[in-house]
């Protein structure tokens, strides 16, 4: 994560270091933005943090500790940045039931009142996370709304790479399929959402 200003202060290098005993391995730490002294006249300063992995907010007691809220990225169906004069304010919606793509209920999140700078690079974080998910969402929607209507149609697309006809492939191969499409993924001959379209299928015919 990159040195901010706000990390020179002990209540946020505190912050700091909860944040960071929160990570899972191989979760970075991204960018963070610290609530303005001017809107925690009551309350101590709120703290928001993207990870690669997810958007952490933190707020600390009146007489320690730190209670925090933890978003998933592939939860979040929208992310809006509102600047005023003082500060800005980032407003986050999402599904309260992370195992379903659709039929959850929404909940908001705000974190209000932050440094403006900082506020802008969590919010591009977010809108870039919101985007990449948004397909991967779309899809999933799709197969639980088929699940939901009696599974897949058994035809594929013929230009659907892995279709349940290609020559070599039968539907008694799935593993085979869904790991040659894995690494045509990794190699980047086919994109994110083409590899979940493809494992919808797969997954479909088991």
Partial sequence: MESQRTSSEPGI??????LESMLVPNEVAKCYAVQRR????????VMVAATSGRLIGISRGLIGGFTPVDIRWQDIKTAHVKAG?????ITITALTQPDLASGGAVRAFQFTGLRKGDAQAVYRACQEQEQA???????????????????????????????????????GDLSARLKRAKEMLDSGLISDSEYETVKAKVISEI
């Fill in 38 to 45: 001017l809107f925690a006249l009551t309350h101590r300063r």
């Fill in 13 to 18: 290098r505190k912050a700091l270091a909860h």
């Fill in 85 to 89: 004069i003082f500060g800005s304010d």
């Fill in 133 to 171: 998910w948004r397909e991967k969402r779309r899809l999933r929607e799709l197969e639980e709304l088929r699940a939901k209507s009696g599974g897949f149609q058994a035809s594929a697309s013929r230009d659907m790479p892995f279709a349940s006809d290609e020559p070599g492939l039968g539907k």
